[in-house]
């Protein structure tokens, strides 16, 4: 799969975040998934949750602030 998910949790409160990461993530078995998120706490879980479920994670701080997961399998 050659093609990169985006998903923009921007905005959103925890749990939202992680459950927007699974919903792009259930049924991939391997490709690249961009995860937007605003706050350190969203980072964390986010990341978290993708490193246990076998995911690489590389985060990217935002130019105006946030934060960009690249999750890669």
Same mark, same amino acid.
């Given at each position: 799969?050659? %093609? $990169?998910?985006?998903?923009? @949790?921007? /905005?959103? +409160? ?5 459950? =927007?990461? *699974? *919903? @792009? =993530? %259930?049924?991939? +078995? +391997?490709? &690249?998934?961009?995860? =937007?998120?605003? &706050?350190? &706490? ?7 949750? @993708?490193?246990?479920? /076998?995911?690489? $994670?590389? $985060?990217?701080?935002? %130019?105006?602030?946030?934060? *960009? =997961?690249?999750?890669? *399998?």
């Amino acid at each position: 799969m050659s %093609d $990169v998910i985006t998903v923009n @949790a921007s /905005g959103l +409160s925890c749990p939202q975040p992680v459950m =927007l990461t *699974k *919903k @792009a =993530l %259930d049924g991939l +078995s +391997s490709g &690249t998934v961009e995860i =937007l998120v605003d &706050t350190a &706490t969203s980072r964390n879980n986010v990341s978290r949750f @993708a490193s246990n479920k /076998g995911w690489n $994670v590389d $985060v990217e701080e935002r %130019d105006g602030g946030g934060y *960009k =997961l690249t999750l890669t *399998k």
